[in-house]
C-alpha cells in the first residue's frame, strides 16, 4: 500500500503536535509528584519505582513520537 506525500506530512504533524503534551503532562506530574495513568495517577510517595518507571514511559513516548515526526516530515524531503 502506498501512501501519498501529504498522509506523510499529516502523520508527522500530528506526532509533532503531540511532543508538547507529552511534555507538559510529564512537567507537571513531575512538579505535583503524580503522573497519571488512565483515569487515576501513581503517586511518587505511595509507589517511588512504578512512578519512575512510568515518568520513564512517558519519555520514551517522547522519543518515539519525534523520531516518528522526524521519519515522516524530514525523511520525505530527503
Not at 11 to 36: D, K, N, Y
Amino acid at each position: 500500500m502506498t501512501t501519498s506525500l501529504s498522509e506523510e506530512h499529516l502523520v508527522g504533524l500530528v506526532a509533532l503536535g503531540v511532543i508538547p503534551w507529552i511534555g507538559w503532562t510529564l512537567r507537571r506530574g513531575l512538579r505535583e509528584s503524580r503522573l497519571p495513568i488512565g483515569r487515576t495517577y501513581v503517586m511518587r510517595g505511595e509507589r517511588p519505582s512504578v512512578f519512575a518507571a512510568l515518568a520513564m514511559l512517558y519519555v520514551a513516548a517522547a522519543l518515539l513520537m519525534a523520531w516518528i515526526s522526524y521519519d515522516q516530515l524530514l525523511e520525505s524531503l530527503i
